[in-house]
């Protein structure tokens, strides 16, 4: 991470789209987005006769109804789908469909029994089939926000369609509204359990601390996916770093890399798993009655309870199947995980498990062991490269959830990459790539032995799925309405689960369960510092913030002067202009003859046509205006130099000519104020944003105090979004400002 934190800047990372500007007349709330193509530059000076009055002097500019040609990608067709499902298995699934590596190594069984495996196998199927059939795949993957899954997706979800999100300033626009916002609109149709949310500033915060804990624990486990199937040290770690240096092309290009790997592994061994069981035991699925898992329970008492956490292993990919969904489609998941995964994977522990109850003595070698001598070779170099290849699933939906804890403006900016023009979610960062590598490195290394590392992979899983469920059953209440008896009964089933799982896991911290937990421990700190910080500036800058009529005050005081030039000042209060501005004012006792506040605002989208990319307004001031670039997840923002200014000035330009205030007006006075452009330009042009600290006065405390000192440290450190204009160094300034704590 690299650049000073822009304190007055719209923000590219952060994709905060703060608005400014609106009129008080009905003719004149109507937005003009014009055509910079075809616009041209005519002189003019600016008149008082055409100052505007703004409603409640705010500034706000709602986005523009966008074209054919900004619109959503459509939906795809079947083939499309179709392949779609075939990348998913190189991406989604490879720590889910790999895990018969590691399962049975990985629970502590002595002297076990037929009825033993046959219980355990019990547990593995009822697992798969309620967590990874039933909650995730049918019920978790309708649960999206925007195309985006995760634990982070789920509580933008709810913050979306509901008054509950903390920073609720800073939201991404988007171009069309759910129904599910507008069904709940009304106050009538407000549940009590919503209102308890809006009402309580403490529910709201545990919710955002659930909705981190599930994101950190994730990252946590993907730190881990790679290192638990290592089989040769140096080998694993020397393929791990090629594997991330890939990731720069994108999801779609390594997935088509790596699903013909992931495809063969999915066939071979369910194949492997059949011949296993009509070799060994035939019988094997009598074990799918659950009274199997109550028998196993009742012989096995707290050991049987113990061993869940090895058996909860055989669904440890689940949740990437959901946080990966940006990257792909809910249709192609499902059809994967239903016609291939699911199917391999009760093949595969039913084959493994026939083998053990013949050989009840090699599970600590379980997988490898139950192949077939003639065919040994070939699969054991598909299990090593889909071993490599299974950590791909948590890389991508970690480059998923940290996009949408930077979008949500819970994390420290940084650089992400969109690798696709057809899918928003398909991304990629640098910064987080490269840390990821050298941890997974670092685990590998360190550990080396597949079931250490198992004793602290399973701990964060049944957690993060618990979480998931507690967040899927708010937004069954409070947005999708379902109804009460089916979400009791959706609770009770999937809680109780995975609440068993997660007792017994815990149970693992000793003996490396730690691991992921200070992972995951660490990066909610990183998240908990940046979000406090962000609260403390925010709720300052809406305290301070300058209005219309303030700025008229300000500019009407003697000894302030209008200086010759061009000035684009940017901003990110929705409600109202920076604090800064007033900062700038009062101590350079000047502003330019034409301001611009300039905000970015970033559409879930994928293109932004140029005609629609530029949204401009009138703020009712002399030469004072209102801007927002309007951007896609594909678009570029590198308007270089003058290219920038001239499309900005030329929309102003137009925006004047045809504004309903002026048709009216007498030509000349048009002619003069659209001259003022070109008259400040050739003045010169600068670019100013804030750069604010905060002040820790003596009256903090110390939790303050080390907080705020946190987020200065990562505020220093993160990405700005003003050089992604391509603004000329010598034409930036940065206005520095004490916010008092």
């Given at each position: 991470m690299s650049g000073g934190g822009g304190g007055g800047g719209g923000e590219r990372q952060g994709g905060t789209a703060q608005e400014l500007g609106a009129t008080d007349s009905a003719a004149n709330k109507r937005e003009i987005v014009v055509n910079v193509e075809s616009s041209s530059s005519i002189p003019y000076h600016y008149s008082n006769r055409h100052s505007l009055r703004l409603r409640n002097?705010?500034?706000?500019?709602?986005?523009?109804?966008?074209?054919?040609?900004?619109t959503l990608p459509k939906e795809m067709g079947r083939w499309e789908t179709v392949v779609l499902a075939y990348k998913t298995l190189g991406v989604v699934f490879g720590g889910l469909v790999t895990s018969p590596l590691y399962v049975y190594p990985s629970m502590p069984l002595k002297s076990p029994t037929e009825q033993d495996y046959l219980g355990i196998y019990s547990i593995m199927f009822w697992t798969l089939t309620l967590i990874g059939v039933v909650k995730y795949t049918c019920i978790a993957l309708k649960a999206d926000d925007q195309g985006e899954g995760g634990t982070f997706a789920l509580y933008s979800l709810l913050c979306r369609n509901m008054n509950i999100g903390l920073l609720s300033s800073k939201q991404v626009q988007t171009n069309s509204s759910s129904s599910h916002s507008v069904l709940l609109g009304s106050t009538e149709n407000k549940s009590r359990l919503r209102m308890f949310f809006e009402r309580s500033i403490v529910a709201r915060r545990v919710l955002l601390f659930i909705a981190m804990l599930g994101t950190c624990m994730l990252i946590g486990d993907g730190i881990l996916t790679p290192a638990i199937s290592a089989l040769v040290e140096a080998l694993s770690a020397g393929v791990l770093v090629v594997l991330f240096l890939l990731q720069k092309f994108g999801t779609s290009r390594v997935s088509f890399m790596f699903s013909p790997i992931m495809g063969a592994w999915t066939l071979c061994t369910p194949l492997v798993g059949i011949y296993s069981i009509i070799k060994h035991y035939p019988s094997i699925f009598k074990a799918l009655s659950p009274h199997y898992i109550l028998r196993f329970f009742w012989r096995n008492g707290k050991e049987g309870w113990l061993l869940l956490g090895g058996t909860v292993l055989?669904?440890?990919?689940?949740?990437?199947?959901?946080?990966?969904?940006?990257?792909?489609?809910?249709?192609?998941?499902?059809?994967?995980?239903?016609?291939?995964?699911?199917?391999?994977?009760?093949?595969?522990?039913?084959?493994?498990?026939?083998y053990l109850i013949k050989n009840p003595t090699d599970h600590d070698d379980g997988f490898y062991k139950f192949i077939p001598t003639t065919i040994y070779w070939p699969v054991f170099i598909i299990s090593t490269l889909a071993a490599i290849v299974a950590s791909q699933s948590l890389i991508s939906a970690t480059f998923s959830v940290i996009k949408q804890s930077v979008v949500l403006d819970y994390f420290p900016k940084i650089k992400v990459v969109h690798t696709s023009s057809n899918k928003e979610g398909e991304v990629y960062s640098p910064e987080v790539n490269y840390i990821l590598m050298v941890l997974c490195v670092a685990v590998i290394l360190i550990f080396g032995d597949g079931k250490d590392i198992g004793n602290a992979f399973g701990v964060v899983v049944s957690l993060v799925m618990l979480i998931t469920t507690i967040l899927l059953t708010?937004?069954?209440i409070m947005i999708w309405r379902t109804p009460p008896w089916l979400v009791a009964i959706y609770f009770f089933i999937f809680f109780t689960m995975e609440g068993v799982y997660a007792s017994a896991v815990l149970s693992k911290i000793p003996e490396g369960g730690w691991i992921p937990f200070a992972i995951s421990f660490i990066l909610a700190f990183i998240m908990f510092g940046w979000f406090y910080g962000r609260q403390k500036k925010m709720e300052y800058e809406l305290t301070h913030k300058i209005d219309l009529e303030r700025l008229g005050m300000l500019l009407s005081e003697p000894g302030i002067q209008r200086v010759p030039g061009l000035c684009f000042f940017y901003t990110n209060i929705q409600d109202g202009l920076t604090p800064i501005l007033g900062h700038y004012i009062k101590n350079m006792r000047s502003l330019h003859t034409v301001t611009i506040f300039t905000t970015l605002r970033y559409l879930l989208v994928p293109k932004v046509a140029a005609h629609e990319r530029i949204v401009v307004n009138r703020l009712g001031l002399e030469g004072v205006y209102g801007c927002v670039i309007q951007y896609g997840y594909a678009d570029s923002l590198n308007l270089e130099g003058d290219g920038f200014v001239n499309q900005v000035t030329d929309s102003l330009q137009v925006y004047i000519q045809n504004c309903p205030d002026n048709l009216t007006s007498d030509h000349e006075e048009v002619q003069e104020e659209i001259s003022a452009f070109e008259e400040a330009k050739l003045a010169g042009v600068v670019h100013i944003r804030g750069k604010t600290r905060f002040y820790i006065g003596n009256n903090c405390g110390w939790f303050d105090r080390s907080m705020l000192a946190f987020y200065e440290f990562l505020h220093g450190n993160c990405r700005s979004a003003l050089p992604a204009l391509g603004v000329p160094l010598s034409q930036r300034i940065e206005v520095g400002m004490l916010y008092e704590a």
């Open positions: 002097s705010a500034f706000f500019i709602p986005p523009a109804p966008l074209t054919v040609a900004s055989c669904i440890t990919g689940s949740e990437a199947l959901f946080a990966d969904l940006g990257h792909f489609n809910r249709s192609s998941i499902q059809i994967a995980f239903l016609l291939t995964i699911y199917p391999s994977l009760v093949l595969t522990y039913a084959g493994q498990t026939a708010l937004v069954m």
